[in-house]
């Protein structure tokens, strides 16, 4: 019998041998639990078996194709991510991509930018000895808080903040201490290159580049900061570029003389600003006290706010162009018609005299080279109450004004309106309003009659005149545009003549209100000129809070010696920048209505 026969055999005796165990195994086995079972599972398999062997090692191959797949998935993850907590990548995320677009002016010089920088952070709860963190930490950044530092670190946070928009330095130094726990985060940094030009237009941004005040924010209302949560905007070249109206050659200049005389007339504040009464642009704004907005620590006090815009007054004598143009646009009066000012206006228990009175019958376009206060108030009463406040709202001079600007002010306007306040208002008492909104509105008076908004942006003539209601008739624009040229030849406007731009003025000086009364000691004066009166394209508007007397003005403080002096050395300034050349022989013919009308003072 072979080898195989023998096995066979043996094999073939186990049911013999294994009859007489069947009675054991009727009987009740005993309850293994589910770890003994799994334990006498492993050793059967694991037993050195030669029928189990294929079984052990797909077990074992299985087992270690787990083992690096789980560490191949580790390394992918840390290549990816590495081994920053998710507070950190969503902080570094948010940081990447706080971008702002560059801001230019009119002519492509760049009035704010970003620069990237890093900010220091650390995760306290991967610092093991804090009190040496903050030791090592405020060693080489010396302007960091110890105390504040050691309380942040000991709160039971994943991430603060250490040391925002750090140095290059001292991100070296910082590094160079190698504290697990702390790290660098790139971030983008608001630079303004001119300083404080153009500083209450631009606004500001904070330190998480987030705009807070003028344009800045305005662009954030755009859309910005939804660009920026979806990452669309992680650099500033990610952007256009957004091109103001502005000109930063004339905005220097501009501040330059309004320093000069802010500090020659020692007033409160002072402001001036210029505009394209044919676009509706801003060439140039200025507000003072300003501030720098790189480090805009005393921006919101409330002596530095933009008085252009936020600030609200009564604007004197310049409203009386509103008046002649009411009374001219409505055919209540003409540029021939005459009024008495003989003596004054009473009205119950006020009367109402001029600040320079003739005590005689007085034409339309004297009325406005004299500054009658009873002659405009007379008009106004021509005209009526409700026509009155008509033509002022439709003119926008009761109505918050409405620009880029986030920031604006409500004009003040009476809560009951009656024939005494139309009185006042005619000459400018009684209506507070921005002056940038009056200067929209002599704006429309002088253009042809269009009611151009104000913009900031850059922008055509075509552009401009898609949203520019008519609102007055383009002969009364004609009368309104010769009476402020006569006042610069005959009148108060004179100062700001210069020759060759054939400018047209009107001043204006209000009274302030203090604690409930007019105050004389206390004015507010403003000057507008136009340039040129033919066919005016700018309107320069000037203002000073509560001027004092200067030597040569002979203890006068009021428009004229002031405003009037600072708009004629701006103009002087500024008028090789502009695009209107001068001309050295006046123009043919430049009112040819009033020419046929024969209106008072032509030639």
């Known amino acids: 019998m072979g080898e195989h026969d023998a096995s066979f055999e043996a094999a073939g005796e186990a049911p013999a041998d294994t009859a007489g165990q069947e009675e054991e195994w009727d009987q009740p086995a005993p309850r293994l639990s589910l770890g003994e079972r799994a334990l006498a599972t492993g050793r059967a398999l694991f037993r050195l078996r030669y029928d189990q062997s294929s079984a052990r090692v797909g077990i074992v191959g299985l087992a270690f194709l787990g083992l690096f797949g789980t560490i191949g998935g580790r390394l992918a993850y840390l290549a990816v991510a590495p081994g920053e907590p998710e507070s950190i990548r969503r902080f570094a995320s948010a940081a990447s991509v706080a971008s702002r677009p560059d801001i230019i002016d009119r002519n492509g010089e760049v009035l704010a930018t970003d620069v990237r920088m890093v900010s220091i952070f650390a995760e306290p709860r991967n610092i093991i000895d804090k009190d040496e ?53 790139p971030e983008s940094k608001r630079v303004y290159p001119n300083g404080v030009a153009a500083a209450h237009v631009l606004g500001f941004a904070n330190i998480d580049n987030v705009g807070i005040a003028g344009i800045e924010k305005y662009i954030d209302s755009s859309g910005l900061q939804e660009l920026n949560g979806l ?62 907005p790189n480090n805009p620590v005393d921006a919101l006090d409330k002596d530095r706010i933009n008085r252009m815009i936020v600030g609200v007054y009564e604007m004197g004598s310049t409203f009386k162009a509103l008046t002649v143009a009411m009374a001219i646009d409505s055919g209540k009066a003409t540029i021939n018609s005459s009024f008495d000012a003989r003596s004054k206006l009473h009205y119950g228990r006020f009367s109402i005299g001029d600040y320079h009175a003739t005590h005689r019958i007085l034409t339309v376009p004297e009325i406005f080279i004299h500054s009658s206060n009873i002659g405009t108030a007379k008009m106004a009463l021509a005209v009526g109450v409700e026509g009155h406040k008509a033509f002022l709202r439709k003119m926008g001079q009761l109505d918050r004004m409405r620009t880029e600007m986030p920031e604006s002010a409500m004009p003040i306007v009476p809560s009951k309106w009656g024939e005494l306040n139309t009185i006042t208002i005619a000459f400018g008492h009684g209506v507070a309003v921005a002056p940038m909104q009056a200067a929209a509105a002599v704006g429309a008076l002088v253009n042809g009659g269009h009611l151009i908004r104000p913009t900031f942006l850059k922008r055509t003539q075509e552009e401009a005149l898609r949203d520019a209601p008519q609102v007055i008739k383009p002969s009364t624009s004609e009368a309104l545009r010769y009476v402020m040229r006569l006042n610069a030849v005959k009148g108060s406007a004179s100062k700001a003549a210069l020759p060759g731009y054939f400018v047209g003025g009107k001043t204006g000086t209000a009274e302030k209100v203090i604690h409930g009364r007019y105050s004389k000691n206390r004015l507010f004066t403003t000057f507008m000129a136009i340039t040129p009166s033919d066919k005016p394209r700018y309107l320069f508007v000037t203002v000073y809070d509560e001027p004092q007397p200067a030597p040569e003005t002979g203890g006068y403080a009021t428009s004229a010696y002031n405003a009037g002096e600072t708009t004629g050395r701006i103009l002087e300034r500024i008028a090789p920048m502009l695009s209107v050349p001068p001309r050295f022989e006046p123009p043919q013919n430049p009112f040819p209505l009033m020419a046929k009308l024969g209106a008072w003072g032509i030639r």
């Not at 110890?146 to 290059?168: D, H, I, Q, S």
């Open 231 to 292: 990452g669309f905007a992680r650099q500033a070249n990610d952007l256009k570029p957004v091109q103001l109206s502005i000109d930063l050659r004339i905005q220097h200049a501009m501040r330059d003389e309004l320093v000069k005389g802010m500090a020659h007339f020692r007033a409160k504040a002072a402001a001036s600003m210029l505009l394209d009464v044919t676009t509706g642009e801003i060439v140039s704004l200025v507000s003072l006290p300003d501030f720098d």
């Open 133 to 185: 963190a903050v030791e090592l930490i405020t060693a080489v950044l010396p302007d960091v808080n110890a105390n504040e530092l050691r309380a942040k670190l000991n709160k039971k946070r994943g991430f603060v903040w250490v040391k925002r928009e750090a140095t290059p330095k001292e991100q070296a130094e910082v590094h160079r201490l190698g504290i697990p726990g702390v790290g660098f985060v």
